[in-house]
């Protein structure tokens, strides 16, 4: 399947799950995440805000859980600027939807790239090696070549990998994938 047939089966199967599905899922996946990731020596955490309208994986769990839990550490979010995103500090933001329904923040604390330690990143699908296919606009792949080399790249998925996803040369692996059932580690 091309990136496009991939973008597009996957979409249509998450906007397919029931309310008692997504809420389930979504409750399975923040479990999995704080059984499967190391956050203490995390300080800055970077998240993306769920559009909820596109069932994406309702990251606001692993947030709640992250400020009760490790108040030590600070979480971004991202905030789309021109072909670009920007980092925003979110406990120093309002948050509203923009013009294409996606949460962001109105204003806050500016954050660099090079301080963000790991990165909760939208996908729509990845594969076994990493590879992921989000919405085709490029900003994660942008971001992401921005980060430092140790910063994690963490995927969020309600499904498995699927077999193989033929990456461009300017697309950004995943250092690892979270699901509902399983925790992948990609070299």
Same mark, same amino acid.
């Given at each position: 399947?091309?990136?496009? !047939?991939?973008? %597009?089966?996957? @979409?249509?199967?998450?906007?397919?799950?029931?309310?008692?599905?997504?809420?389930?899922? %979504?409750? /399975?996946?923040?479990?999995?995440?704080?059984?499967?990731?190391?956050?203490?020596?995390?300080?800055?955490?970077?998240?993306? /805000?769920?559009?909820? !309208?596109?069932?994406?994986?309702? $990251?606001?769990?692993?947030?709640?859980?992250?400020?009760?839990? &490790?108040?030590?550490?600070?979480?971004?979010?991202?905030?789309?600027?021109?072909?670009?995103? !920007?980092?925003?500090?979110?406990?120093?933001?309002?948050? !509203?939807? %923009?013009?294409?329904?996606?949460?962001?923040?109105?204003?806050?604390?500016?954050?660099? $790239?090079?301080?963000?330690?790991?990165? /909760?990143? =939208? @996908?729509?699908? &990845?594969?076994?090696?990493?590879?992921?296919?989000?919405?085709?606009?490029?900003?994660?792949? +942008?971001?992401?070549?921005?980060?430092?080399?140790?910063?994690?790249?963490?995927?969020?998925?309600? &499904? =498995?990998?699927?077999? +193989?996803? $033929?990456?461009?040369?300017?697309?950004?692996? @995943?250092?690892?994938?979270? $699901?509902?059932?399983?925790?992948?580690?990609?070299?």
């Amino acid at each position: 399947m091309t990136k496009a !047939e991939i973008r %597009n089966f996957f @979409l249509q199967k998450r906007l397919s799950l029931t309310d008692a599905e997504y809420e389930r899922m %979504n409750q /399975l996946l923040c479990d999995r995440f704080f059984a499967s990731v190391e956050l203490p020596k995390i300080t800055l955490l970077h998240t993306f /805000l769920p559009i909820v !309208e596109k069932k994406e994986p309702f $990251t606001w769990l692993i947030i709640d859980r992250v400020r009760k839990e &490790f108040p030590h550490i600070h979480i971004a979010v991202p905030r789309i600027r021109g072909s670009d995103l !920007e980092h925003m500090l979110l406990e120093d933001s309002e948050v !509203e939807i %923009n013009k294409w329904g996606i949460p962001e923040p109105r204003s806050g604390s500016k954050v660099a $790239t090079e301080k963000i330690d790991m990165v /909760l990143v =939208p @996908l729509l699908a &990845f594969d076994k090696e990493g590879h992921r296919v989000g919405y085709g606009k490029g900003y994660y792949d +942008r971001f992401l070549k921005n980060c430092r080399s140790d910063a994690q790249r963490i995927g969020l998925s309600f &499904f =498995p990998p699927v077999d +193989r996803i $033929t990456a461009t040369p300017h697309d950004m692996k @995943l250092s690892s994938c979270v $699901t509902a059932e399983k925790y992948y580690v990609f070299a």
